[in-house]
């Protein structure tokens, strides 16, 4: 099974029981689904007995509830921080955001994509509770996004509204991945990255057009 872009060492603490809990339910939904994924499968792979999980978590959707934090909390050091290691420039940041989603495709021969994308199609109309937090996933994302836009902002007009291309980014990233894995390509993927990288080539030449003194524009 591959985890949730794995992209940095694990720590080598020992972890709670509850913690052993979280991390294993966030591996089986991720890679089978929330309602596929049963409580004894979780017990019998997490090592715990029924007592503490229910110790821990009443109900299934509590654990649920738990995954979806540990998932708002893994995205800088999993997703975030891995894709500022491996580009020097803000845009280029962005962009190895995505291609680390390319990479989980490639490595799960397209059978895994997103895991909050997978959890919001899953569980956003009968879970409300869990609904809510997979915005607040989305919501973390795009605020890493809008950070990494406002690096670059020296290159954009000036009058970006980098909300809008916050939203913009996730919805590509969304839709690429949803294609990708329908028609077991790379293509649409790809095509989606290359339009939107042409989109921020587009803002980088009229910043650079905007941002010019006066006197030099005739």
């Not at 872009?5 to 052993?20: A, L, Y």
């Not at 997703?79 to 490639?106: C, K, N, T, W």
Request: aromatic share 8%; glycine share 6%.
């Amino acid at each position: 099974m591959v985890h949730y872009i794995e992209m940095i060492d694990q720590p080598s603490t020992e972890p709670s029981t509850r913690d052993r809990i979280v991390t294993t339910a966030r591996e089986l939904f991720f890679d089978q689904g929330y309602n596929a994924t049963g409580i004894s499968e979780i017990l019998k792979k997490s090592g715990a007995h029924s007592g503490s999980l229910y110790h821990y978590f009443p109900t299934k959707e509590d654990l649920l509830m738990a995954v979806l934090q540990q998932y708002k909390e893994l995205l800088q050091p999993m997703v975030i921080g891995p894709a500022r290691e491996r580009a020097s420039q803000p845009i280029d940041r962005i962009f190895a955001v995505l291609h680390g989603y390319r990479l989980l495709l490639e490595a799960t021969d397209f059978r895994l994509g997103c895991p909050i994308g997978n959890l919001a199609l899953e569980v956003s109309n009968s879970h409300p509770a869990p609904r809510a937090l997979i915005c607040e996933n989305f919501d973390g994302w795009m605020d890493q996004v809008r950070t990494l836009i406002e690096e670059a902002s020296g290159s954009l007009p000036p009058d970006t509204d980098i909300d809008r291309l916050a939203v913009l980014l996730l919805s590509t990233m969304e839709g690429a991945v949803m294609l990708a894995r329908t028609y077991r390509s790379f293509e649409p993927f790809d095509q989606s990255v290359l339009a939107l990288r042409e989109h921020f080539e587009q803002l980088s030449l009229l910043g650079t057009t905007w941002s010019k003194p006066k006197n030099l524009e005739k």
